[in-house]
């Protein structure tokens, strides 16, 4: 409760007093001090947990991506024994962020699962890399793809590259999907 609310010394101090540590107790402080994005304690807490899952190697994974430490973040995603699409999309954006988007798309097409935040960060990461080419490739890809379904930030994402390239057939179509899914009130197209 006190991680929730920002609170994170005193989730500290009822951690630090309980008998047996479990592996949600190790987690919600730890994404407690990743909150207040105090990484060097979140490594220190990360370092003696005695069971380290998923969720927080992804913590950790996430907030090494926010400050830009991509060789940290490596270390860690090639020591998971499991990954998820958190884990893979992390990477991808953490790649995309730092400029290197050949190891971002280098993952994408690795990864196993796919979700629409995995496609996003890939076709976000193609248009802030100025590959507006590749953007809309894989926006023409994922269109295909009918286990995903594109949303208001999917359209955000994409609209770069159709300015870039001047693509007004799919710039149209993309004002229809707006209209026609009802994005009109979050997504502003004039």
């Known amino acids: 409760m006190y991680v929730k609310f920002g609170f994170v010394g005193f989730a500290r101090k009822v951690f630090d007093e309980m ?31 005695p069971d380290k899952d998923i969720a927080a190697f992804n913590v950790m994974i996430d907030g090494y991506v926010k400050m830009g430490c991509m060789d940290l973040v490596r270390d860690l995603f090639d020591k998971m024994r499991d990954k998820n699409v958190i884990s893979w999309t992390s990477m991808v954006h953490g790649y995309c962020d730092d400029g290197d988007v050949d190891k971002a798309r280098f993952l994408f097409d690795c990864m196993s699962e796919k979700n629409l935040l995995s496609w996003n960060a890939m076709i976000r990461g193609d248009c802030q890399n100025r590959r507006p080419h590749d953007a809309l490739k894989l926006f023409c890809e994922m269109r295909g793809n009918v286990d995903v379904e594109m949303n208001e930030v999917t359209v955000v994402s994409v609209l770069p590259a159709i300015a870039d390239l001047s693509a007004l057939d799919l710039g149209g179509w993309i004002h229809e999907f707006v209209a026609r899914n009802q994005l009109d009130g979050s997504v502003q197209m004039r």
């Open 19 to 49: 008998c047996v540590w479990s592996l949600v107790s190790w987690t919600a402080v730890i994404v407690g001090y990743a909150r207040c994005e105090d990484m060097s304690e979140v490594r220190k807490l990360f370092d003696v947990m």
